[in-house]
């Protein structure tokens, strides 16, 4: 448990966690390991689960185009979760990749605060993806 908090607890995504609720989130999810060009998750597929990078990069495929590359912090199927609507891209690792996987199930039995900090920080990402994806289109 210790060695899992040591390398989650620096990461982007819990900047506003205390340590109490840094342990919530880690007990409301499973550890994954990753191949490097190991598909994580499949366009087109149905999953309520977020992931959260804790190692290695991931790319973020449409079709066969490489959209993003995602680091170490940055997170990932926040529309799958939130919504249960399909993926909208395909992850592949592109290193050996160690994330949270994390379902609404799971984090529904942490507590209130840790609850609402989660969703603040889900949001905040859904609301940067979102402006950098109408960039994006602005400038087509």
């Known amino acids: 448990g210790r060695v899992k908090f040591d390398r989650v607890k620096d990461l982007s995504f819990f900047r506003e966690f205390p340590e109490s609720e840094i342990w919530e989130v880690i007990n409301a999810s499973a550890w994954h390991g990753y191949d490097t060009d190991e598909e994580i998750i499949q366009e087109g597929d149905i999953e309520i689960s977020f992931f959260i990078i804790v190692?290695?990069?991931v790319s973020v495929r449409k079709g066969?185009?490489?959209?993003d590359m995602l680091a170490r912090g940055?997170?990932?199927g926040e529309m799958g979760f939130i919504a249960g609507s399909?993926?909208?891209a395909t992850i592949v690792a592109k290193t050996e990749v160690a994330a949270l996987k994390i379902t609404a199930s799971l984090i529904e039995k942490a507590s209130l605060s840790c609850q609402l900090r989660f969703k603040?920080?889900?949001?905040?990402?859904?609301?940067?993806?979102l402006s950098l994806?109408?960039?994006v289109i602005v400038d087509k």
């Open 55 to 57: 190692e290695g990069r």
């Open 64 to 67: 066969s185009r490489d959209l």
């Open 74 to 76: 940055d997170c990932f």
């Open 86 to 88: 399909k993926r909208t």
């Open 120 to 129: 603040n920080v889900f949001l905040e990402t859904m609301v940067r993806r």
């Open 133 to 135: 994806a109408d960039d």
